[in-house]
């Protein structure tokens, strides 16, 4: 490695020192020792006497063969490092330097010569002028003293000032060099500038005039100017008087030179000196700024490329290329393009002086915008409003749209570019960056760019860090970063109109419980990390990085920053303006609504609580005006209240920690007590912030806290309730307004609720253990009176039905009103001390004068009639996720938006219906006697249609934050329908209309149930799923028709005591043993079902909170009527003995006999479970033991669940390659059931069915190997007759086989016996089938094995002993399972199968004699 000496020292200096570490009796230098201690070092290295570490050498001659390389070579004086196992000559350059001949051995060089004197020597080319450097001789030059001056310092020079005797060379020097030169030139006396005038051509130019224009421009003419005097050698470095005189011989002689040369020797040695050249110092020396330096122009020849002048420095002439002598560059090096400025640069102006041309490029105008006709993605780029700009816009420069590198002729910054900008050390460009990032995330997520952009911005900022980048710019310093920052952290984790839709539903039915925004799921792509996960457990899950924790939670990723302690001292110190105050509340909001973990780390956060209750709710205030105010410090923020309330719905233990810590008490009855318009607030924050208090209270109300203030705000309440009507008959009701008469009707329903005087019992669960049982304080004379003002604002609202627009208008008022009359009469039902008949009267008043009436409007049945188009169920293009939408990042965004005719819409019908709905059923659970005529509702065409569209075979509905949201509103529809239908079945069995209808939609509605709804499920099972009053088919000849459909299917049982009707009939005598058998394996976890309860049923002192569990999957699986056939079967395997046999028969007895109602008047149940599915749970019937399946109700019921699968139209969906769902791999299961069947079925033909059904010939053929190549033993127990075959014996036979194996094993199983037709009918006719398609076939596609193979086989038949086999397989003809061989026989060989068979034995036979 010749080329880097340095590096070859620096390795021997390593070596050298791992040497001397090694010797004890020397010690290296450390720090802060002196140099003395240094110098001792070296004295007592030089006394050891050893040797050094590195090894100096002299390089020795390249072409002396018999060097001794062990022996140091001294050829010179030089110091050369050397080092092993690198080349000796240096990497080739580019163009390479002409290789000079070698040295002969004979002829070595002389070793007492230096080889650089005798390079410097021979190498006379004009590299030896421009590198040897020589001192200049001063010896001659006289010394001039310091003038003295008068003053102590020099005169300051002034830029403005006017410099008399400028000299043209000033442009490119700086002042004080300028002012040096002027001196100089007075002083010295020496003459500023040499005429030269233009000689005439010297004889020889005649000969030049001939070259082409690029000869002429690649040399320097002798007839141009630029020869009158020596541009290299100058003599001024000489010490004699005559140094001018001598340059100016030696230039003449190089001019005579020339001028004996032919213009093709002159270009031949211009190309040699270039190709020696460095090409850098090539590059140099024809650089137009070095040509300008050594001229002093004052513009460069770039900016003026038609000039003719020439101007001189006091040393020599450069003359500049003009327009009509164009200067040609070599092809090789071409020298850089001109720059065009769109102003010329003076020397007066500051930094001016040089002008560098490469940092003015960005002056200059744009490139033209390139129009791209490709379908190529490009980069997107988005104007300062964060406003995606289309590839081939043409904005303006002045707006600031062009500030960047890359892409400089388009306009917008991309978000790489911003990403960079916000690590800027400007501040304004930090807070620019962050604010433009923001506008992109919120036009992102508002679904700006769907159709426009490929990918996720959201995700790719997240994967590029910017969470924790916003995180960082929390902690700056400028409060504009700081506010930028907090403005798009807000738009990050606040989806637009996520809040603004939970709080407009927060008074429709259970619509202040609410999901949770947390993920449901670890992201199921990182496998790894799911391992992690299960490796780790919780105490090492708190030590896992943010980064990690965010890459599958955002919001957990965040808590771990530390994030709630600065936004805390943002709000408390640094006082921010409004904006940044809503966001951060906005922020504070969200992460409380993310789960209960979330929320309590926002309340337990030090003194963040505290300073948002003392900021943003105090008690007094100064009054605030209509406009924006300067702070928001000590002025009442509706967002604030919202934050509290969102913390007291995460659970009830919070909630009193906030009534009780933070003294919402006197907050609430002062925000209470005044009117929105008598608040010294704008008007719509008074409206808000009311709004938010009678939430927050309402809130607390839910677990029974906060009575004792309806006594203190009773009169603020009345005057409230009293002051409605007039609000209502505005002509246009302002939705602040309707929104906080919603609150106040929500409230008012809680604290009747908390009336009650029902006591909760001791529990001793955990759940019921956590729960206060403290009794409410409010009793019913107190609630009694709200009645009639609210039903007269309902009778109000009624009146606007027919006019869509006001009563859209009215929002959820007129729901509020109707759930506030439920609770009303279900409080007022549980007063033990009070009259029933006082509340019996009152609801049939209620009814006749309200309720019947308004089930005759017309518009009512409009409502009905709009279910259907405004349902997620039946449209789940509303529910779709969002593009942005993160599984990281929870949010209600959907793609489908909420159009006024969706669940979220204003014209939505589903909260009227439901809170109307709710109201019939509590008024016919206590008043029997309006049960059928309130059921009348149940008969609207719409509520048909729309459960009919509900019923059309769809997928399952996939679930997203949306979808769970919405779904769970309209399953509460669906529900609280259905049990006013089986309200009014148990009360009038002979008035049940449209019972198999219902009973369709509650077995549907069982499967779709999301978590939080366990008592919805629970009641299903126990009121209508087993209700013999919702299977009309047993009393409507369902029976007769189930037996006469099986005499007519093929194969069906000709036992008629054993025929599917009657099964039918004892299954529906059944139902109650089958209903107590579903309730204990379709059990749900014990404390879910008791907080639901609580929840559904009003019991306020044992709901632990309004946050449901986290949706992950529906209740109950799609296979729920096969779970006590699953759990069965887990039982047997398990290691643990299972259930006593008598529950073992009775539990498989009951879940076979209600899966045979299902498949045979109501299949659409089990539509979401495939055939498959069904028949990999029958098979788990004979694997419980060995015992069950003998059982004669259990084999008449299995086989007429196996006749339904076998039916044509099933039959045809019964895919077992596909997945299924619950089984992990339907061949493992099919092995362990033919190794079941070859141990304990002793030839039962119910067994065998099963086992031959997954062997045709459509399924996979590992099945069919399983069985003859690993279980060959279980084909003598497989007796099944052909007349008993539940499928036609053509699904085993076609098409013909094609695996080579599995003939093979055919053959081997009819030759060996173990395949024979008396026990094992159907598999003999399959197998000889098979075999004998195979050796006649005459497929030219096939290969040498096939061939080989078929012929081998076609041999061994012919051959045979047994002529009863030899006989079938030469001679089948066709599958008939009328005959006792399944098959037809030809009479006599067709006669092409008889000329081959033939041809084949004729060859063997010959073949046998030529071998004997």
């Not at 409003?385 to 400089?408: F, K, N, S, W």
């Not at 506010?483 to 259970?510: H, N």
């Not at 505290?610 to 209509?626: H, M």
Request: with cysteine; aromatic share 6%; hydrophobic share 40%.
């Amino acid at each position: 490695m010749r080329g880097n000496p340095h590096t070859k020292a620096v390795l021997e200096r390593i070596a050298g020192e791992q040497q001397l570490e090694c010797r004890e009796m020397l010690s290296r230098p450390k720090p802060g020792e002196s140099e003395v201690d240094l110098l001792r070092f070296q004295s007592q290295f030089l006394a050891t006497g050893a040797a050094p570490a590195v090894q100096l050498v002299k390089k020795g001659s390249r072409g002396g063969g018999n060097t001794n390389l062990d022996q140091p070579l001294l050829q010179d004086s030089r110091d050369v490092v050397t080092l092993d196992n690198l080349p000796d000559s240096p990497p080739a350059l580019v163009p390479a330097p002409p290789k000079r001949a070698r040295p002969s051995p004979s002829c070595p060089l002389p070793e007492h010569e230096d080889p650089e004197e005798r390079l410097n020597r021979h190498d006379q080319h004009i590299t030896a002028v421009l590198t040897k450097i020589i001192e200049r001789d001063t010896s001659s030059v006289a010394v001039s003293l310091p003038v003295p001056s008068d003053v102590a310092f020099p005169p300051v020079f002034h830029r403005s000032q006017e410099r008399q005797g400028k000299s043209a060379t000033s442009g490119k020097r700086s002042i004080f060099a300028q002012e040096i030169a002027a001196k100089r030139a007075s002083e010295t006396s020496v003459p500023p500038v040499r005429e030269v005038s233009t000689p005439d051509p010297p004889d020889g130019a005649a000969s030049c005039e001939a070259l082409t224009p690029r000869e002429q421009g690649s040399q320097l003419p002798w007839g141009s100017r630029g020869f009158q005097g020596p541009h290299l050698v100058t003599g001024k470095g000489l010490g004699s008087k005559n140094a001018e005189q001598e340059a100016q011989t030696i230039h003449e002689e190089n001019i005579a030179k020339l001028h004996a040369m032919a213009p093709e020797e002159i270009l031949r040695e211009q190309q040699r000196l270039l190709a020696q050249l460095d090409p850098s110092l090539v590059t140099f020396l024809r650089s137009p700024s070095r040509t300008h330096e050594q001229a002093g122009e004052k513009t460069t020849e770039e900016q003026r490329p038609g000039g003719h002048s020439v101007e001189f420095t006091g040393e020599e002439p450069i003359v500049p290329t003009s327009a009509s002598e164009p200067r040609q560059e070599d092809d090789l090096d071409p020298g850089p393009p001109a720059l065009a400025l769109p102003v010329t640069p003076h020397k007066e102006w500051v930094h001016m002086d040089t002008v560098e041309l490469e940092k003015l490029h960005w002056t200059q105008d744009l490139p033209p915008l390139r129009k791209k006709q490709t379908q190529e993605r490009m980069q997107a780029r988005f104007n300062l409003q964060g406003e995606l700009l289309a590839p081939d816009v043409d904005l303006p420069t002045h707006l600031g749209l062009h500030h960047h590198g890359e892409e400089a002729e388009r306009a917008g910054y991309s978000l790489q570019e911003l990403f960079h900008l916000t690590r800027s050390q400007v501040s304004q460009q930090r807070a620019l960056a962050l604010h433009v990032l923001a506008q992109v995330i919120g036009r992102a997520q508002a679904g700006e760019f769907r159709d426009r952009l490929v990918g996720s911005v959201l995700r790719l900022l997240l994967d590029a860090g910017f969470l924790f980048l916003l995180r960082f710019s929390l902690d700056d310093r400028v409060d504009g970063v700081i506010a930028a920052a907090v403005q798009a952290l807000r738009a990050l984790l606040v989806a637009p109109g996520d809040e603004e839709l939970l709080d407009s539903t927060f008074s429709w039915y259970r619509g202040a419980l609410v999901f949770p925004l947390m993920p449901s799921q670890e992201d199921e792509d990182n496998e790894d990390e799911d391992e992690e996960k299960v490796k780790s457990k919780s105490p090492e899950q708190g030590n896992r990085p943010p980064s990690d924790l965010a890459r599958h939670d955002v919001i957990k990723g965040l808590l771990a920053t530390n994030l709630l302690p600065r936004l805390r001292y943002l709000l408390e110190v640094t006082c921010p303006a409004p904006s940044v105050v809503l966001d951060i509340l906005a922020v504070l909001i969200r992460l409380a609504r993310h789960s209960l973990e979330s929320a309590t780390r926002v309340l337990e956060c030090p003194r963040l609580i505290e300073t948002i209750v003392r900021e943003f709710l105090p008690t007094s205030w100064s009054p605030v005006g209509a406009g924006p105010a300067p702070s928001l410090h000590r002025v009442p923020c509706a967002a604030a209240m919202k934050l509290l309330r969102v913390l007291a719905s995460a659970g009830r233990n919070i909630a009193a920690r906030l009534l009780s810590s933070f003294d919402l008490r006197s907050r609430l009855s002062r925000f209470l007590a005044e009117a929105p318009q008598e608040m010294a607030l704008p008007p719509e924050e008074a409206e808000a912030l009311s709004s938010e208090a009678f939430r927050l209270w309402a809130v607390a109300a839910s677990y029974g806290q906060g009575a004792d203030l309806y006594r203190e705000l009773y009169p603020v309440l009345m005057r409230a309730l009293q002051d409605m009507p007039e609000e209502l008959s505005t002509q246009t009701p302002r939705p602040l307004s309707m929104q906080r008469i919603a609150s106040l009707l929500t409230l008012l329903a809680q604290l009747t609720l908390a009336a009650s005087s029902t006591t909760p019992e001791p529990s001793s669960d955990s759940a019921g253990a956590s729960v206060s049982a403290t009794p409410s304080s409010i009793t019913w004379t107190q609630v009694s009176g709200l009645q009639p003002l609210v039903e007269l604002c309902l009778r109000q609202t009624l009146k606007l039905l027919p006019r869509p627009e006001m009563w859209q208008a009215l929002g959820p008022v007129p729901t509020a009103c109707l759930l506030f009359l439920d609770a009303h009469y279900q409080a007022w039902s549980q007063q033990p001390s009070l009259c029933p008949g006082d509340w019996l009267q009152d609801m049939e008043r209620l009814s006749e004068s309200l309720l019947l009436p308004l089930l005759r409007t017309p518009t009512l049945g409009s409502l009905w009639d709009s279910l259907g188009s405004c349902s997620p169920l039946c449209n789940p293009q509303f529910c779709v996720r969002a593009p942005e939408a993160l599984p990281s990042l929870v949010s209600l965004s959907s793609t489908g938006g909420r159009p006024s005719l969706s669940l979220a819409g204003s014209a939505s019908p589903f909260p009227f219906l439901t809170a109307l709905l709710c109201l019939f059923n509590t008024l016919a659970r206590i008043h029997k006697g309006l049960c059928d005529q309130l059921a009348a509702i149940l008969a609207t065409p719409g509520l048909q249609n729309y459960f009919l569209q509900c019923l059309a075979p769809m997928a399952a509905p996939h679930l997203t934050p949306f979808s769970t949201w919405a779904l769970r509103h309209e399953y509460h529809l669906q529900y609280l329908a259905l049990i006013l239908a089986q309200k009014a079945a148990t009360v009038r069995p002979d008035l049940a209309i449209n019972a198999a209808l219902h009973h369709s939609m509650v077995l549907a509605l069982l499967s779709r149930l999301l978590p939080g709804s366990e008592h919805l499920a629970h009641e299903l099972l126990l009121s209508c799923v087993f209700r013999l009053e919702f299977l009309p088919e047993r009393a409507s000849g369902g029976l007769e028709a189930a037996d006469f459909s099986d005499q007519l299917s093929l194969g069906s049982s000709k036992d008629s005591g054993c025929g599917r009707g009657t099964l039918l009939a004892q299954a529906c005598q059944d139902l109650p043993s089958i209903r107590s058998c579903y309730l204990t394996h379709c059990s749900l976890p014990r404390a879910s079902l008791l907080a639901s309860q609580a929840s559904y049923r009003g019991e306020l002192q044992r709901v632990p909170g309004l946050l449901l569990p986290v949706p992950k999957e529906p209740l109950l699986p799609t296979d729920w009527p096969f779970l006590p056939l699953i759990h069965l079967y887990h039982q047997a395997t398990d290691t643990a003995p299972g259930l006593p046999p008598a529950d073992t028969i009775g539990t498989a007895l009951r879940a076979l006999q209600w899966v045979l109602v299902l498949e045979s008047w109501r299949p659409q149940a089990l539509w979401a479970v495939p055939p498959a599915a069904r028949l990999a749970r029958l098979m788990c019937v004979f694997l419980v033991d060995s015992e069950l399946f003998r059982e004669t109700p259990v084999q008449h019921l299995v086989a007429a669940l196996l006749a339904r699968l076998c039916q044509p139209q099933v039959l045809l969906d019964l895919k077992l390659d596909c997945p299924l769902p619950g089984l992990a791999s339907f061949p493992d299961l099919y092995a362990s059931f033919l190794e079941h069947f070859e141990a304990v079925s002793y030839g039962d033909h119910l067994f065998g069915a099963l086992v031959l059904l997954p062997l045709q010939r459509r399924f996979s053929v590992t099945l069919r190997l399983a069985l003859f190549g690993e279980h060959v033993g279980a084909l003598r127990a497989l007796g099944l007759p052909l007349t008993q075959l539940p499928v036609s014996l053509e699904c085993y036979t076609e098409p013909p086989e094609d695996n080579l194996a599995l003939l093979q094993l055919y053959f081997r199983a009819l030759v060996t016996g173990a395949l024979c037709p008396r026990w094992c009918p159907v598999l003999y006719a399959v197998a000889v089938a098979h075999v004998n398609s195979f050796i006649f076939s005459q497929d030219p596609k096939s290969s040498e094995e096939v061939k080989a193979a078929r012929r081998s086989l076609l041999q061994k038949t012919w051959l045979l002993a047994d002529e009863g086999l030899r006989q079938h397989l030469l001679h089948y003809k066709l599958p008939n399972s009328a005959l006792p061989e399944g098959f037809e026989l030809y009479p006599q060989l067709p006669p092409l199968r008889q000329q081959y068979l033939q041809r084949l034995t004729s060859g063997m036979l010959q073949n046998g004699v030529s071998e004997a």
